[in-house]
């Protein structure tokens, strides 16, 4: 909640507003305090590209944004990498996979990206701490919200992903430490997803791993004497030129190279 200015006077003037008022009107509070020349105050300057005034640079002394942050602190930022939904339908399937037994709010802060905030604080750490989470089958991307956090040019380089080695013999590497050995030459590893009953019905071991996007993913890898295969759960656009997430081979650029046998 954050203490804000009614505008109407008397004692109703100031008002608690919860981030949920600001969902339902779109609007952003404002910190009460007093209102000020900036650039009489010499807290603020204004200033020109190449002196050019269609392009005026605004510079504003960090001291006035001491509290701006106060109500976003709390917060996480969320995306859907890889589709498009909209809010009602982020907020219905947000609400089906998390199953909070407390109340969230979403804001829409345009680009794919949301800020959620909780009615406990404890479930912000706790969903940070069960990911990766998964809509449509598409990576949900969790972040802590931080000051420098810009919908427009914000960038998403690292994820949490599935991954499977199909055709890997997994009656005699059905082990723990021999797949977490596996997806270190792939990834990170953050957990693994192993049942005995699973392998029995042919079912594959998987190991949940933190990739950088930005980067070529590995396709396959080596053991004893064989390639076997990486599957990626979740990451449906992986260019088969460049092996970099995000388009696909029509879309590359790089151009196609033979692979040396």
Known sequence: HLMVDGGGGGDDSTKILSFKDMCLTGKVPQITRLTMDLIEQKLAKIEFE???PLKPTVIIDDSMFEGLYALWQEALVIKLIGKSIGFHVMKERLTRIWKLNAGFEILDIDHGYYMVTFDQEAYRVKLIGEEP???F?????VELW?????????SINKTMVWIRFPGLNNLVYYDETILLALASAIGKPVKEDINPKDVRRGRFARVCIEVNLTKPVVG????KD???HVEYEGLHRICGTCGCYGHLMRECKVEPTMEKK
């Open 220 to 223: 396959r890898v080596w053991l």
């Open 137 to 141: 089958d598409n990576y949900l991307i």
């Open 50 to 52: 190449d002196g050019n």
């Open 146 to 154: 931080t000051p420098d956090f810009i919908s427009p040019v914000a």
């Open 226 to 228: 064989l390639w076997y």
């Open 133 to 135: 989470w998964m809509i």
